[in-house]
T-cell receptor
Framework: DAKTTQPPSMDCAEGRAANLPCNHSTISGNEYVYWYRQIHSQGPQYIIHGLKNNETNEMASLIITEDRKSSTLILPHATLRDTAVYYCIVRVAEGAQKLVFGQGTRLTINP | GAVVSQHPSRVICKSGTSVKIECRSL??????MFWYRQFPKQSLMLMAT?????????EQGVEKDKFLINHASLTLSTLTVTSAHPEDSSFYICSARAIYGYTFGSGTRLTVV
């Protein structure tokens, strides 16, 4: 699976949009971009995933660049409960291959 | 849907004893489950891949005789930490493949005293 690079930490004010970047310059054509987050002392939670088109769901939006070498997860109106470590992972969608986590971005939402 | 239940959430055991952690897929069948370990302020580290009806596949450096994995049914995988020592104290998390991706258990905090 392709390696990803994320900033180790970010801060965002409550109510503002949180934009979390991820670089995945070696992504292959059949690899998707997945985002998970882990709130302290809990298991990771799925947020969103995409291949090449931008995606939106009730939690977040995912913007993938045209060359697919980077992406941005957007939390439109961050709340204190969004404080967590956010992981960007790229991998193929088929099969049940293992999911490998990098170091992620520790996002802190400030009141 | 796609819920994974992990039990217990916390366990304290004495050094030298064994501890079993259960991971159940509640509303779907999981032929493959994954076990992770996470130390404080670190990322999740994959320990092993659990395959229903066959032997687990362990990651490099993980002792298969110490971390026994059993995946006897399509909805249950267990991880047994044998002869636990204080250095095995960690947060253990299981995961299973669901339709859209992977779903995770809530984790087990193991403390060996």
């Amino acid at each position: 699976d392709a390696k990803t690079t994320q900033p180790p930490s970010m801060d965002c004010a409550e109510g503002r949009a949180a934009n979390l970047p991820c670089n995945h310059s070696t992504i292959s054509g059949n690899e998707y971009v997945y985002w998970y987050r882990q709130i302290h002392s809990q298991g990771p939670q799925y947020i969103i995933h995409g291949l090449k088109n931008n995606e939106t769901n009730e939690m977040a939006s995912l913007i993938i660049t045209e060359d697919r070498k980077s992406s941005t997860l957007i939390l439109p109106h961050a709340t204190l409960r969004d404080t967590a470590v956010y992981y960007c992972i790229v991998r193929v969608a088929e099969g049940a291959q293992k999911l490998v986590f990098g170091q992620g971005t520790r996002l802190t939402i400030n009141p | 849907g796609a819920v994974v239940s992990q039990h217990p959430s916390r366990v304290i055991c004495k050094s030298g004893t064994s501890v079993k952690i259960e991971c159940r897929s509640l509303d779907f069948q999981a032929t493959t489950m994954f076990w992770y370990r996470q130390f404080p302020k670190q990322s999740l580290m994959l320990m092993a891949t659990s395959n229903e009806g066959s032997k687990a596949t362990y990651e490099q450096g993980v002792e298969k005789d110490k971390f026994l994995i059993n995946h006897a049914s399509l909805t249950l995988s267990t991880l047994t930490v044998t002869s636990a020592h204080p250095e095995d104290s960690s947060f253990y998390i299981c995961s299973a493949r669901a339709i859209y991706g992977y779903t995770f258990g809530s984790g087990t905090r193991l403390t060996v005293v």
